[in-house]
């Protein structure tokens, strides 16, 4: 998504500037939460350039040398000559500082071995000898652009040549190949038979294995759904006795604490005995400690009930994937942001789990797929979840509501009773389910 919206401003340079810094803000803010450090100089350089076309030097400069050392630092050789490249530009007017870039730009094409960047960037450096008039400059540029040519034909000639005899190889086995066909013509069909009456038996057997399979599957999907039900009752249940305690000590224990407190100050007012008003002052701590201590628990049982209930929720959806999908055939991805589920009330989690537990459903029946990804999180009042595999795709009819299957009809009925958006990306890579609910403000 960091790259999508970088590439949509960069292919679209008649965006006005208020649409260019919120998409490259919004790039931004993916790359750094995911720590994608090459995407993250990717669009500080994007800037950089930005600010150099609108004759902004002076903001260019410092935030260009940042963005080469950071690129130095990954170890990203095409962002360390896209930098160098840039203060070339910004000292335009000073061609030996630019050449002095440029030099360094072709020790880094160089080192990653692309002859036909070392050749462009060596074309640049000629130019601004010649802008710069300094023979000794001159002539050292040629010698190196003479070299890399040399070198970049050089290659070319050791492919043509390995090209050359490599389709000679191809004619000798194509000769050989016809040879060999007729004498292996008798011998594969007798082979093909017997594979077919093996293949015949294998699939007979497979079939009442797989009918076996999908009993004992729908048996266990049951059950550890009855187990999840049962989870979210006892943490409600546990959330609800928490929450009573915590009002019962707030409005109980805590009010006549503090009536004590209340009286003890007005005894000591009252009193001129200074050995009483020193053991009131005692007793006054005391209380002032019990009633802290009181409150600070019922607070703590309110929040206590919210944290378990979100750990429940990632305990069922890891337990739904690794009961349904396993280790062994499938390789998953789930993150989970809680913070997003706050406030999440118990009807929509239920119906976020079935939702999960409907499309990894159509994973295994249909998707063939061998990895398998679940991302929540929280973005502009909205909580979004994403499921993709690289399976074989969904037909395009199916991803219409009408000519859906029962389980996407399932998935759209829960999503439309929690007031939310549905959309479904799918072809020969791969499907992906992009789902968003309103989140209620507090």
């Known amino acids: 998504m960091s790259r999508v919206y970088a590439h949509?401003?960069?292919?679209?340079?008649?965006?006005?500037?208020?649409?260019?810094?919120?998409?490259?803000?919004?790039?931004?803010?993916?790359?750094?939460?995911?720590?994608?450090?090459?995407?993250?100089?990717?669009?500080?350089?994007?800037?950089?350039?930005?600010?150099?076309?609108?004759?902004?030097?002076?903001?260019?400069?410092?935030?260009?040398?940042?963005?080469?050392?950071?690129?130095?630092?990954?170890?990203?050789?095409?962002?360390?000559?896209?930098?160098?490249?840039?203060?070339?530009?910004?000292?335009?007017?000073?061609?030996?500082?630019?050449?002095?870039?440029?030099?360094?730009a072709y020790e880094v094409a160089q080192k990653s071995g692309d002859s036909s960047i070392e050749i462009y960037i060596l074309h640049s450096a000629l130019e601004v000898a010649k802008q710069l008039g300094d023979k000794d400059e001159i002539i050292k540029v040629y010698s190196d652009l003479d070299k890399s040519i040399t070198a970049d034909w050089e290659?070319?000639?050791?492919?043509?040549?390995?090209?050359?005899?490599?389709?000679?190889?191809?004619?000798?086995n194509k000769l050989l190949s016809e040879k060999n066909a007729q004498r292996a013509l008798w011998l594969l069909i007798i082979s093909i038979s017997a594979a077919m009456i093996v293949l015949a038996i294998y699939l007979i057997m497979l079939r009442r294995d797989r009918r076996a399979k999908a009993r004992i599957e729908a048996l266990n999907d049951v059950a550890n759904m009855q187990i999840m039900t049962m989870e979210e009752a006892k943490h409600q249940a546990v959330k609800e006795e928490q929450q009573r305690l915590g009002q019962d000590l707030h409005d109980g224990l805590s009010s006549s604490i503090a009536a004590i407190r209340y009286q003890l100050e007005t005894l000591m007012m009252d009193t001129s005995d200074i050995e009483l008003k020193k053991r009131l002052t005692m007793l006054q701590k005391q209380v002032e400690g019990a009633y802290k201590a009181a409150r600070n628990k019922s607070h703590e049982w309110f929040s206590a009930a919210d944290g378990e209930q979100e750990q429940s929720f990632e305990k069922q959806i890891i337990l739904l994937t690794d009961s349904s999908l396993p280790d062994s055939r499938y390789s998953k991805n789930i993150h989970i942001d809680n913070s997003s589920l706050s406030g999440v009330d118990m009807d929509t989690r239920i119906a976020l789990l079935r939702i999960i537990q409907e499309a990894i459903t159509n994973?295994?029946?249909?998707?063939?797929?061998?990895?398998?990804?679940?991302?929540?999180?929280?973005?502009?009042?909205?909580?979004?979840?994403?499921?993709?595999?690289?399976?074989?795709?969904?037909?395009?009819?199916?991803?219409?509501?009408?000519?859906?299957?029962?389980?996407?009809?399932?998935?759209?009925?829960?999503?439309?009773?929690?007031?939310?958006?549905?959309?479904?990306?799918?072809?020969?890579?791969?499907?992906?389910?992009?789902?968003?609910?309103?989140?209620?403000?507090?």
């Open 8 to 104: 949509y401003c960069l292919r679209n340079p008649d965006l006005p500037q208020d649409s260019v810094q919120y998409y490259m803000d919004k790039s931004t803010e993916i790359a750094s939460r995911y720590k994608e450090a090459d995407m993250m100089v990717y669009n500080q350089l994007w800037y950089c350039d930005l600010l150099f076309s609108k004759g902004r030097l002076q903001e260019a400069l410092p935030l260009t040398r940042q963005s080469l050392f950071d690129a130095t630092r990954i170890g990203n050789s095409n962002l360390v000559i896209n930098a160098l490249f840039l203060l070339t530009g910004i000292y335009e007017s000073n061609p030996k500082k630019a050449l002095e870039y440029l030099y360094q």
């Open 155 to 172: 290659k070319s000639k050791e492919f043509i040549k390995d090209y050359v005899e490599y389709n000679a190889v191809q004619d000798q």
């Open 363 to 442: 994973i295994i029946k249909h998707a063939k797929a061998k990895n398998v990804g679940i991302l929540i999180y929280e973005e502009d009042d909205n909580l979004l979840l994403i499921i993709n595999d690289d399976g074989i795709g969904l037909h395009e009819k199916k991803v219409n509501v009408g000519r859906a299957t029962i389980g996407l009809k399932s998935i759209h009925r829960r999503i439309q009773y929690l007031n939310g958006e549905i959309r479904i990306n799918s072809d020969a890579r791969g499907t992906e389910i992009m789902v968003s609910i309103p989140l209620e403000k507090s």
